[in-house]
């Protein structure tokens, strides 16, 4: 075991626990947009945008999302498995198409996504509509339209509440811990930990360490006030129901001071 440091004491910090949102560019399909016209507005080809989005033929619809291209910038608070969470794909594979050898990720890393999913909204392809002919369908269309517009709204906001709840109450064994804080930046540290994680390089690395005979080494956590980690290091203080989370500074190491929180152990 690498000694990283001591534990320290008093108050509350939270690093990075918000959400996120996708920093790949999207484009929301109008009505009489052409994969070709989109593809000529971003300096893109259709061959990348059919790959990109994993389509099967060039025929794409209104209110259809695409995205430009397949690269996502990690944030602060980004976690493989809330990546994997906003784009509908699992851990594994976003670890297969990065080469990634374990679970950390660091801010402005650059991650490839593959074949995301793009919404469907609307069944009707993205062509042009000739105009109405009579006053009283052009009155029946726009009713129809608000009423949809209200449809997707209420769908939204829906969907919204659901992923909040997801975030807030993730699935897996909860288990009440006492959680201190300590940081790589000391006298005679390492910065290494046991399972070869360098804090130094990454110190924005969302990392605690365990007590494997509780939390096993290597297992996705999501943390009560510090967020999603991982389990990557041990301790010699750190027995039974105990957990030590890093973070960037001492000054925050400090602020963390010992806790009482909920663990949820996701995999």
């Not at 996708?22 to 080809?45: C, F, M, N, P, R």
């Not at 259809?64 to 990690?74: C, E, T």
């Not at 374990?102 to 801010?107: G, S, T």
């Not at 991650?111 to 006053?135: C, F, R, T, W, Y």
Request: hydrophobic content about 35%; charged content about 25%.
């Amino acid at each position: 075991m690498k000694k990283l440091v001591a534990a320290l004491a008093a108050g509350i910090f939270i690093a990075g626990a918000a959400t996120t949102t996708v920093s790949a560019e999207e484009h929301e399909v109008q009505k009489g947009e052409s994969l070709w016209e989109i593809a000529d507005k971003y300096d893109t080809t259709v061959e990348d945008l059919t790959e990109i989005n994993d389509l099967k033929s060039t025929v794409i619809h209104p209110k259809q999302l695409l995205f430009i291209n397949n690269m996502y910038s990690v944030k602060q608070g980004d976690t493989l498995i809330s990546i994997g969470k906003e784009y509908d794909i699992t851990v594994d594979e976003l670890k297969e198409w990065n080469d990634l050898k374990n679970d950390i990720i660091v801010i402005g890393q650059d991650l490839k996504i593959n074949g995301v999913n793009v919404s469907q909204e609307d069944s009707e392809p993205a062509e042009i509509e000739e105009a109405p002919k009579q006053e009283n369908e052009t009155e029946k269309q726009a009713d129809e339209k608000k009423a949809s517009v209200k449809t997707e709204k209420v769908e939204e906001s829906s969907e919204e509440s659901s992923e909040d709840s997801s975030e807030q109450s993730p699935e897996g064994e909860t288990i009440t811990v006492t959680a201190t804080a300590y940081t790589a930046k000391c006298d005679g540290c390492s910065g290494v930990t046991s399972t070869g994680v360098d804090l130094n390089a990454n110190p924005n690395a969302k990392v605690i360490a365990v007590d494997p005979n509780v939390i096993p080494l290597g297992s996705e956590v999501y943390v009560e006030g510090y967020g999603y980690a991982t389990a990557a290091d041990v301790g010699g203080a750190i027995k039974g129901n105990k957990i030590d989370l890093h973070v960037p500074t001492k000054e925050e190491a400090v602020n963390w001071g010992a806790q009482q929180v909920n663990v949820t152990v996701i995999k």
